[in-house]
């Protein structure tokens, strides 16, 4: 699909929404219209009183033309003149959009990955009322969805507010899982395709744990959580594992206050002798993920464990005396249906798991998932699915506490993590609202760092592949001294 602009700046956020219509779909800016079937043209003529917009589309062997002019006068005393003919030319193109495709998104023209933080951006600056009311009127978002939001936001304040600017978070990358799901595009790799390289992965990456651990003593950070993702750690056998676990409890002060996950997620790599090593680490949250309870499902999508193997492994988790466990779901995976995700859903309550985090299936062009361009009942489905989740969850005592939207979700959907009151994981609010810094080690991890004073944010990427990661690990090291530069800067230019 061609992407025609002129005389406008909206080519970034025109591209990201007309993919939450065709999350497959290869787009291609350009300035220049040419007669073929499959494009949409935007168009801006400015005067001194504003700007006509004209958007002309041909796409799913439809037509259609709108011309509108927008009038400075109505702009918002705090928008400037580029904000607001974006907001107006989006809004536009929504409506274009949605007559083509028969799809209207509850979400709007918003195609942010944090609308959870936009709202509290916009209760600061406006109250709540008027917060919420924007988000209906100006981003034509759904009453529903504009509710979620707000909700996540209120609760996520909490956790927020216990931020200091000397906190700090640590993220551990294990790019290792027992096969490949269909639908992944993480950097993460079999144990089978890369078993000769665990065994200096993990020696490197206790090495960069280390290093890591220095600097924070050195800057007198204060560590608030830790999360072991990846990936899945417990694909790690469980002497590797003790490696990972031993060299953070060498390196950093865990006391009892400090949120510990460890990400158990495939169930056919969880073994008693790995829990005990979590247990003996003082970490205690982790994942137990079944993504659905169907095991048809399951073999689609390349899961290569059973139903049976999720309960058997939540069974043994309890029977250890795991207390904080995250189960996952997986809205819209390939053949389920509405009455097939609610018996995902009622089995997984069955465990009474600490926190479900419900996702909306992602099209992403990296997974081994073959999809054709987007559908409407697809996104539809997913959507049936997040409201029966949000309905259960809530009689069943769990709030959302955290979200985030990922490019290509079907239908431009959300993913929100549930919880039972005072069991929200608060390293999911820290690294999704980017309110302190994450610092994280291993292969893919990305650093962010937040500066106390401001907020801006400055990321250090590791190498992505674990043989990557292995060639370039004095690399890695090098790059990790920024963060002493930092934060050296950051007091410097506060006083």
């Not at 290093?211 to 993702?229: C, N, W």
């Not at 492994?313 to 005396?321: I, K, N, Q, T, V």
Request: charged share 25%.
């Amino acid at each position: 699909m061609n992407l025609v602009i002129i005389n406008n700046p909206f080519h970034y956020e025109s591209e990201n929404l007309i993919r939450v219509f065709f999350p497959t779909e290869k787009i291609n800016v350009t300035s220049e219209r040419n007669d073929e079937e499959n494009y949409i043209s935007i168009s801006l003529d400015y005067s001194e009183k504003g700007a006509e917009v004209e958007i002309s589309a041909s796409v799913c062997e439809k037509k259609k033309s709108e011309k509108e002019f927008f009038s400075l006068s109505d702009k918002r005393a705090d928008d400037s003149d580029n904000a607001f003919f974006e907001r107006k030319t989006a809004i536009m193109l929504y409506n274009v959009l949605c007559s083509l495709t028969g799809y209207a998104s509850p979400w709007g023209i918003l195609t942010g990955v944090r609308p959870a933080k936009l709202m509290t951006n916009l209760c600061k600056k406006y109250g709540d009322e008027e917060a919420k009311a924007y988000f209906i009127n100006e981003l034509k978002v759904s009453e529903r969805k504009t509710q979620l939001a707000f909700n996540v936001a209120k609760t996520e304040e909490a956790i927020i507010n216990k931020t200091k600017t000397d906190s700090f978070s640590l993220y551990v990358s294990i790019p290792f899982c027992p096969t490949r799901c269909s639908y992944c595009s993480f950097v993460s790799h079999s144990n089978n395709s890369a078993k000769k390289l665990i065994s200096q992965y993990v020696e490197l990456l206790c090495k960069e744990i280390e290093e890591t651990g220095k600097i924070a003593k050195r800057l007198s950070l204060r560590l608030e959580s830790v999360y072991i993702g990846g990936g899945t750690p417990t694909a790690l056998d469980p002497e590797n594992l003790k490696k990972v676990t031993d060299a953070i409890s060498r390196n950093f002060c865990l006391s009892k206050e400090i949120e510990y996950t460890i990400e158990s997620g495939r169930p056919d790599s969880i073994t008693k002798e790995k829990l005990e090593v979590i247990k003996q680490s003082s970490a205690g949250r982790i994942s137990i993920n079944p993504q659905t309870f169907d095991n048809n499902i399951l073999e689609i999508i390349g899961r290569k464990h059973t139903a049976e193997q999720t309960e058997e492994a939540m069974l043994l988790a309890r029977e250890m005396g795991f207390d904080n466990i995250n189960m996952d779901v997986i809205a819209a995976l390939p053949t389920d249906t509405v009455e097939g995700f609610e018996k995902t859903l009622n089995k997984v309550l069955s465990f009474s798991p600490e926190n479900v985090t419900v996702h909306t299936l992602a099209l992403k062009r990296s997974s081994r998932l073959v999809t054709d361009e987007m559908e409407k009942g697809n996104a539809d489905l997913a959507n049936e699915m997040l409201e029966i989740a949000a309905s259960r969850l809530s009689e069943e005592g769990y709030i959302p506490y955290y979200m985030y939207r990922q490019s290509k979700c079907l239908g431009n959907l959300e993913n929100v993590g549930w919880a039972k009151k005072n069991f929200e994981c608060e390293y999911n609010v820290y690294m999704m609202e980017e309110c302190h810094t994450v610092i994280a080690v291993g292969a893919g991890a990305v650093t962010k760092l937040k500066n106390p004073y401001n907020n801006v944010i400055e990321r250090i990427f590791n190498y992505k592949y674990p043989y990557e990661y292995i060639n370039g690990f004095d690399e890695i090291l090098n790059r990790k001294k920024r963060i002493e530069q930092f934060y050296i800067e950051a007091e410097e230019n506060n006083h």
